[in-house]
């Protein structure tokens, strides 16, 4: 089966600065790679999701790339604010139907410091 | 408002009890999902359920339990055997191809914490 792999599982970084997190997935057949954030005490939501087809995404201040022939993905947050500080997974799957399961990566604790 | 109504949002169980955890969710979706995680672990997946009456297991059945007779509600039981219960319980739908939704989307309710005392 998928396995995904998240690194790092702490990350800090001031108000303003960017942040990367990157995630590696082992099976080739996966073509669909999206990124939730996870508030405290809350469900994840999604923010940004990327297929295989694409190298690159961008909303906003977010952005998400994509290497298939590496087998990695990362997710890129600029000017960085305290609101963006919660928790987020990668995840990856073969398809988007409703056959298709989301494997998902250990999760990245972003602190955003004033 | 649609969403996914997950409840208790916390719980407490004695050793040797089965608890249920519910989910409901009212965006028509077919798709139903239970994850399990925790700390440094992220989101395992327990059971999915593609359409009304089916389910398959995930990845940590063991232990737990579901139905699905209705296409809005699809109940999590944690039976005594599952031997650490102790877990923030996730559940999710997603979109059939075509919606409006991104379709790889999952939509996660806010989540039930049991702790086993």
């Known amino acids: 089966g998928e396995n995904v792999e998240q690194h790092p599982s702490t990350l800090s970084v001031q108000e303003g600065d960017s942040a990367v997190i990157k995630c590696t997935y082992s099976?080739?057949?996966?073509?669909?790679f999206p990124w939730y954030k996870q508030e405290l005490g809350k469900g994840p939501q999604l923010i940004i999701d990327i297929r295989s087809n694409v190298g690159e995404k961008k909303d906003q201040r977010i952005a998400v790339t994509l290497n298939k022939t590496a087998k990695h993905f990362s997710l890129h947050i600029t000017e960085t604010q305290p609101e963006d500080s919660a928790v987020y997974f990668c995840?990856?799957?073969w398809g988007t139907g409703t056959a298709s399961k989301l494997t998902f990566g250990t999760g990245t604790r972003l602190q955003v410091t004033l | 408002d649609g969403g996914i109504t997950q409840s208790p949002k916390y719980l407490f169980r004695k050793e040797g009890q089965n608890v249920t955890l519910s989910c409901e969710q009212n965006?028509?979706?077919?798709?139903m999902y239970w994850y399990r995680q925790d700390p440094g672990q992220g989101l395992r997946l327990i059971y999915y359920s593609q359409i009304v009456n089916d389910f398959q297991k995930g990845d940590i059945a063991e232990g737990y339990s579901v139905s699905r007779e209705k296409k809005e509600s699809f109940p999590l039981t944690v039976t005594s055997a599952q031997k650490n219960p102790t877990a923030f319980y996730l559940c999710?739908?997603?979109?059939?191809?075509?919606?409006?939704?991104?379709?790889?989307?999952?939509?996660f309710g806010e989540g039930s914490r049991l702790t086993v005392l």
């Open positions: 965006l028509n979706h077919d798709a």
């Open positions: 999710a739908s997603k979109p059939d191809r075509g919606r409006r939704e991104s379709p790889g989307e999952l939509f």
């Open positions: 099976d080739s057949a996966s073509n669909y």
């Open positions: 995840a990856a799957s």
